[in-house]
């Protein structure tokens, strides 16, 4: 699995803003991930306002990312509003940027993230992208510095660390703004609060795990068109995830597309041949497509149904080693390099999946994901 970018909620919000900036270029994007992922970013600098690298690709590229500033009107609104706030003031101070002051600042007009239309990549390649897989792939490092330390998302609007927190003292000390020290709660001290006695817990109560269907007591009103089987398909199913989120974690998948969603129902559904059409008819596929996606999702989740459904047009370069793994003569169509009844398809994040021709349903997966055409060949569904 490729790691992802954005492992706290500065980093997530920038990704978001990054992506809808780039929105319909999602090759780019994805290169940008791979490049970043294999290190092709070097000597990073941020400085106030944007941040500069060297990309490597093709050539050495200098990239640079600029990034709106806020006004020194804005900053002063900020500030106000951090003085102002016992809470924002204590945790600054002490290192933190919290979340809670991205809404609040949002309410006084004053956007500390920047938005799509903040970010102006510039590269020196030749790509007209917008942003370009090197200045997408800056911009997804910077995800790492904003995690480390979300400090980073004020100095790219133009403050850094120091003069920000030298004004917050300046103003606090010289009566700029007085804060209303009476509404802060004055607390307990942790000698008494260690020493209480906690008394007896409450036992939580533990629901039973759903072994056989999910029974829906009350039948839905005749007119709403829907069966109440499948009312209880859809508890049946909403349980088994709220159980595997309490035994594994993760999100129970509801964010996932119709189509990913239809091919997890399908795969857990191989033998019910009137659901498996419903799911088909309800999702837009024949029931083959359908079977092939079942056999995507058993074996790589939603990147295996991803990689099975949706083709994407990677840089032709990317394709030469699967071409010179496989037998000639080898086609090229979008992300696939066919040889026979062999085929490899290379997913967004760089890796590859083998693929064989079935005789009723076309191309299926047939091997693990692996980082090479020759490793993703040499696997098997038991590997």
């Not at 999602?26 to 490049?35: C, M, S």
Request: proline residues 7%.
């Amino acid at each position: 699995m490729a790691r992802q970018f954005g492992d706290t909620w500065w980093g997530l919000a920038w990704v978001d803003a990054l992506e809808r900036r780039a929105a319909g270029d999602d090759g780019r994007l994805a290169r940008g991930r791979t490049y970043a992922r294999k290190g092709h970013v070097q000597t990073a600098e941020v400085l106030p306002g944007h941040v500069k690298a060297v990309v490597l690709g093709n050539d050495d590229y200098r990239t640079d990312v600029s990034v709106t500033s806020l006004t020194d009107a804005q900053w002063d609104q900020v500030i106000d509003l951090i003085v102002g706030r016992a809470a924002h003031s204590a945790a600054l101070l002490t290192g933190e940027l919290p979340p809670a002051l991205l809404h609040e600042c949002d309410e006084i007009g004053v956007s500390l993230l920047p938005g799509p239309s903040d970010l102006i990549p510039d590269c020196s390649c030749p790509d007209w992208g917008d942003p370009c897989k090197h200045a997408a792939a800056l911009c997804y490092l910077i995800t790492d510095l904003i995690d480390s330390d979300p400090f980073t998302v004020l100095l790219l609007r133009g403050r850094s660390r120091p003069e920000l927190l030298e004004e917050i003292r300046r103003r606090r000390t010289s009566g700029v703004l007085d804060l209303d020290v009476e509404t802060v709660p004055a607390g307990v001290p942790a000698a008494e609060v260690w020493e209480r006695d906690l008394g007896r817990l409450p036992r939580v109560p533990v629901a039973a795990r759903p072994h056989r269907p999910v029974a829906i007591r009350h039948r839905p009103p005749v007119d709403s068109g829907v069966e109440l089987a499948s009312l209880d398909l859809l508890a049946t199913d909403a349980a088994v995830r709220a159980w595997g989120v309490i035994d594994h974690g993760g999100d129970a998948g509801l964010a996932h597309s119709p189509i990913v969603d239809g091919a997890r129902r399908a795969a857990d559904a191989a033998r019910d041949v009137d659901l498996l059409a419903d799911i088909a008819d309800a999702i837009g596929i024949d029931t083959d497509e359908l079977a092939t996606l079942a056999v995507a999702w058993r074996v790589g989740r939603a990147e295996g149904v991803m990689v099975a459904h949706e083709p994407w047009q990677p840089d032709p370069a990317d394709l030469a080693p699967a071409k010179a793994a496989l037998p000639i003569p080898a086609r090229l169509l979008d992300n696939t390099v066919t040889s026979g009844d062999v085929q490899l398809r290379l997913d967004t994040d760089g890796m590859w999946w083998r693929f064989e021709r079935h005789r009723t349903l076309g191309w299926v997966i047939a091997g693990t994901p692996a980082h090479s055409p020759e490793r993703a060949l040499a696997t098997t569904l038991d590997s």
